[in-house]
């Protein structure tokens, strides 16, 4: 790395920046931590698509929230649509959470006690039971 390092900027320095190549040895350059880090520790993942992938449902719905009819209701609907991707993000069957959440809540679950209802906290009625 190195090597690749001190070659770059040789490069760098003779070629214009404002030209096709000198913005592609710009682009390295900018990200050439990121890509020690990447060499350095394997668990790193080379770009962000399974992050992106992961959000994309979150931002959709953030999107669609607009078109609530409301201001009131696009939040509402902005904070459902959080659950939900949430518990899929946790491997949580949405409508179980949701369903045992309300019940707690209805049946007086405090509101001091509110991280237990999350749902990266949420057990199944069948993890409950066995």
């Known amino acids: 790395m190195a090597d690749f390092e001190d070659w770059l900027r ?7 920046t404002k ?3 000198g913005e592609k040895l710009s682009y390295i ?3 050439m931590e990121g890509l020690k880090l990447f060499l350095q520790d394997g668990t790193i993942e080379m770009d962000s698509n399974v992050v992106e992938r992961a959000i994309r449902p ?6 669609n929230a607009l078109f609530a009819g409301h ?5 509402t609907w902005g904070r459902i649509a959080s ?9 949580v069957e949405p409508y179980a959470y949701l369903r ?8 007086g679950h405090p ?15 069948n993890a409950r039971h066995s």
């Open 29 to 31: 350059a900018k990200h």
């Open 83 to 91: 659950l939900i991707e949430t518990c899929k993000l946790n491997g």
């Open 71 to 75: 201001d009131e209701g696009g939040r």
């Open 111 to 125: 509101a001091s006690r509110i991280d237990e209802l999350m749902p990266w906290n949420f057990k199944s009625a």
């Open 58 to 63: 979150i931002a959709l719905n953030r999107k």
């Open 19 to 21: 030209s096709r190549l």
């Open 100 to 107: 045992a959440t309300l019940e707690a809540i209805a049946q």
């Open 10 to 16: 040789t490069v760098r320095a003779r070629i214009s």
